[in-house]
């Protein structure tokens, strides 16, 4: 099952998402020209197809090996590691202090969906130090940045984050983890997290760990969390990996896919209590967290991306191939002749490309937001803030719905583990729930992002879509014309949705929430016809080869799948009486 | 993860099926009390729950071992089978000639869908027999009948399918499997079958396969199979096993789920034949496989219904315990009481009782065909017809569906296989793909099911459903006539998308093929509809205990599922010119 990086695809969706303009003299991305960014996806891409790809499939297979606190990876992933380092693309989207190389977010997306389509399993451990040398960025003191940033930022020392507990998942007040203050301005830690990606492994001299804990006069709840750094190693006075420190991996996790990566059981202090030094300043923990997570989840919906795209690859490949039944000519016909496997096809190609053009429409907001000022960088932040929750939920929803999609494709194949298109979906399958499942992604965006700035960002978002719509209506051409009539049904939905959800009394009431989830959607089929469509537009008039692509599946993304917005609408709007009724029902024992 | 069999919702299922009055003296089912009915279903969940549930999970864990032709299956599983054929569970829905004890097809289904909850992998071994046993029945003459069918009726001697060939998955026109005639009125089978489930274990003394093969005279394509019965034993004189045939188990496959099952190679004839006798008569295999496979589709459709059931009742157990964030009280609240919990648990509940609901009418129509006469057992006939691609491919879509929501409210815990959850989707996973794939499924229904007497099958299925609107509509109750709009909507879309179908000039023609997948989800949608809708009205008025229940699962149906039935209708009618579209690019070697 090999694997090709789509870089035209690539390129296309970090120009529509940036603006043609944004790649030229003066513009946003000026330090970056569209020759560089397409040199740069082309070694991302040889390095994921040659370096990553092909241990996916080991990793799934051989998985990791756990004995007495030492986690060993597959063959072959220790040297892909020092590849990795060695390459310089931990350091890609990392600012220039410390060794980083600060690129774009938009390209770093690029990369990231490359990585992940490639070997998720690998993939996640960069993913999560990413997270960890942003709130170290931010929140850190000069000194612990200046012992720990190069070595996180190079890759060497691979970073974690520890938040969960066995009685603290999604909701993080109950975190028991305990920290007492040494005297010395460090910390001991004591306790014990769980779902620990890359907790503990072989693949590099030393792990820091970031971590959640409490101090023992801590407020309750939440607001009393603080964060802290401990490294497996503490570095000695040459800045090398010196003493071990008071922390262990106890065990990993039998899961469903992913099974290249450890998921591990961390304990710390069993003997004395693990070194440990504040992030940020106490009792704060939670705003560095959130540093942490929100990068998280867009990389995450990346993955979605990434996965998607691998399914789609494999599947068509695969239809190209397989013959079953007759074709016009009487002749076994390879199954991509037949509509229905057409249709499963296009349902994959156009929900990839519209996660992917929302995922980096998200990145291209969050450098607007870091290089413009003024108004313009809090309208890009809070566009950022609206569209991460779309990009984490709706691009691992269609990662699962694409990868099950390529299992069907591929007929009783599909079902056979050496095919590799199962362990697409089984790698898949965590996306929709890590780094906040997207039940959370879908309550955040009813209950805050929509309410940002008093709503401007939605209609903001909404004004967006309608300029889309109308270049397409004003093109002189009956296939965008139609285009524009499904795309304009979809967004009227969403605005009808958008006002219902805004104007419930209690924000956090059971109605808006009853909808959160079908809004999600609702807001992505809006959001993903109108990228798709513009974007065909835009591509036909350039002449780009891949024009005729373009508009095949914006097209069908707008006659097969966009159609579903009035009934979402319907179920916001209408649906939330009987979610009501059914929760009295079943919280008081009926089933 | 205990299963309970619920049986009052399969009684309820099974009277809304064939009608409160069947049961009674002179009804369809006069043999059959509701008593004997309850005691039955009562009896399979004491076994199902006690002995076939908890080897679930160890099948899974354990897998089957392949080691020179053998396959030894997981702890227990032999001890197990033997218990199912002494309690002639095997024998439950078999005409009583040869031992059967020919109970009605819908309490047989009601049994089926009890086994493929607690044990999908157990219970795929006798009903791949059920099909075989029915061929026998119709197809095999006396002398065959005796020498087997008492034992693969019994259990004794499960039966295996083997269809399908490495060339040859769904399109059996290119089966290769040679059959000679020895000239003493059996034949020699030579060739290799792949994917044939159970084709050898140690769970019984003997092993019964039928086998599609194709004599040297043969014309060309699927005129030119016959079906064959090859022993692995052959019996002796006292009709004991006997000499050792020639087919053996060269291989197993690696799966994504139902572990449990050995799926296995099966090379016929490669020490000089395996002794095999014909089953029907020569180059009429196809029409004897069709009977084997009827009755299969049916059962796997069963089979989603019964992954779904158990995929509901674990994440509801679950959602009950699990606290995450903070109830009105303040206090850490179950996730049952989060609405966005409870909507994917009303999502898995609706569309278990929708698809349970579709099952069981379509049994009930095959028992009104073989009990009934005439005009009445023809129309029975081309509604079983008509409703068992639904049955199959709705159901097992479903499947898939709700396994996959489990997953999503057991969060993390829902990606580590100890949880169990992760297992139903992977079991899952192969319904939509095995028996005839969904979308062929689909194409079955818009190609030669919707045309049966000209269509007069889905007009009469219209009908009824409009009935069943006519009694909501009537019921002077608001709940009831909201839902009568709701359920409407969706039968009036059913209908224009039939319309549509049924005008197009090629009943194979893209247009029609295009459109089937979502023809089929449609038209499930508005049986699925109707059927809980007016089955919520006769257990409010009946006083039944769990009509609120109902009432709730069937308005969460309406308003929140069913709305999605006019996208639907216009991916169906506008849809297919940009599958058409997809087609040629992709075909032609776009990507």
Chains 1, 2 share one sequence.
């Not at 944004?22 to 000026?30: C, D, I, N, V």
């Not at 790809?53 to 799934?60: E, I, K, R, T, Y």
């Not at 990996?241 to 262990?248: W, Y």
């Not at 099950?404 to 929709?432: K, V, Y």
Request: charged fraction near 20%; include cysteine; charge should be negative.
């Amino acid at each position: 099952m090999p694997y090709r990086a789509p870089i035209d695809d690539l390129l296309f969706a970090m120009r529509r998402a940036a603006g043609e303009a944004a790649f030229a003299p003066g513009g946003l991305y000026a330090d970056l020209d569209a020759a560089t960014a397409a040199a740069t996806l082309e070694e991302a891409a040889k390095f994921a197809e040659n370096a990553l790809a092909p241990l996916d499939h080991v990793g799934d297979r051989d998985g990791v090996n756990f004995s007495v606190g030492t986690v060993t990876t597959a063959p072959g992933w220790r040297e892909a590691y020092s590849l990795w380092v060695e390459g310089g693309w931990n350091a890609l989207s990392a600012p220039p202090g410390h060794g980083g190389m600060g690129l774009p977010l938009l390209l770093a997306a690029a990369c990231t969906e490359i990585w992940n389509a490639a070997n998720i399993s690998f993939a996640l451990c960069p993913l999560l130090g990413q997270g960890a040398i942003e709130a170290m960025e931010i929140h850190a003191s000069e000194a612990l940045k200046s012992a720990y940033l190069p070595k996180m930022i190079s890759g060497e020392w691979p970073a974690t984050m520890n938040l969960t507990e066995p009685q603290a998942g999604s909701d993080l007040a109950h975190l028991r983890t305990r920290a007492e203050r040494a005297g010395d301005g460090s910390y001991r830690l004591f306790g014990q997290k769980i779902f620990i990606t890359y907790g503990e492994h072989d693949l590099s001299e030393n792990i820091i760990h970031l971590v959640l804990a409490r101090l023992p006069d801590a407020p309750a709840g939440t607001r009393g969390i603080s964060l802290f750094l401990a490294p497996k190693f503490l570095p000695g006075p040459d800045g090398r990996p010196g003493a071990r420190n008071d922390v262990r991996c106890v065990g990993i996790e039998r899961k469903l896919g992913i099974h290249g990566s450890p998921t591990c059981t961390m304990s710390y202090g069993d003997t004395g209590g693990a070194i440990a030094f504040l992030v940020g300043r106490e009792n704060e923990g939670l705003a560095c967290m959130f540093a942490m997570m929100n990068n998280a989840r867009l990389s995450v919906g990346l993955q979605g991306v990434g996965l998607a795209e691998r399914a789609t690859q494999t599947a068509l490949a695969y239809a190209r191939e397989r013959r079953q039944g007759r074709g016009p000519s009487g002749d076994p016909a390879p199954i991509v002749e037949h509509p229905d496997v057409v249709r499963m096809l296009l349902t994959m190609k156009a929900q990839t490309a519209a996660a992917r053009g929302i995922c980096y429409l998200t990145a291209a907001s969050l450098d607007r937001a870091r290089r413009l000022e003024g108004a313009q960088a809090q309208a890009a932040q809070e566009r950022a803030g609206l569209l991460t929750p779309l990009a984490k939920a709706y691009s691992t929803d269609i990662g699962c719905e694409v990868a099950s999609l390529g299992i069907q494709i591929h007929g009783g194949m599909g079902f056979i583990e050496e095919t590799g298109a199962a362990q697409l979906l089984r790698d898949a399958r965590i996306t929709p729930i890590y780094e906040g499942t997207n039940g959370i992604q879908a309550i955040d965006l009813v209950t805050r992002k929509l309410r940002l700035s008093k709503g401007a960002a939605v209609w903001r978002e909404i004004d967006d879509m309608r300029d889309d719509i109308d270049a397409m209506a004003a093109s002189n051409d009956a296939l965008f014309v139609a285009m524009s009539r499904r795309a304009a049904a979809a967004v009227d939905a969403f605005e009808r949705a958008t006002d219902f959800l805004s104007a419930t009394p209690d924000p956090r009431g059971p109605e808006t929430l009853a909808g959160a989830t079908p809004y999600l959607r609702l807001f992505a089929l809006a959001r993903g016809v109108t990228l798709l469509g513009a974007g065909a537009l835009a591509a036909r008039r350039a002449g780009d080869t891949a024009a005729q692509n373009r508009i095949v599946t914006a097209r069908f993304f707008a006659d097969n799948l966009a159609v579903a917005a009035e009934g979402l609408e319907r179920a916001i709007i209408d649906g939330g009486d009987s979610v009501g009724a059914g929760l009295a029902l079943l919280s008081s024992g009926g089933d």
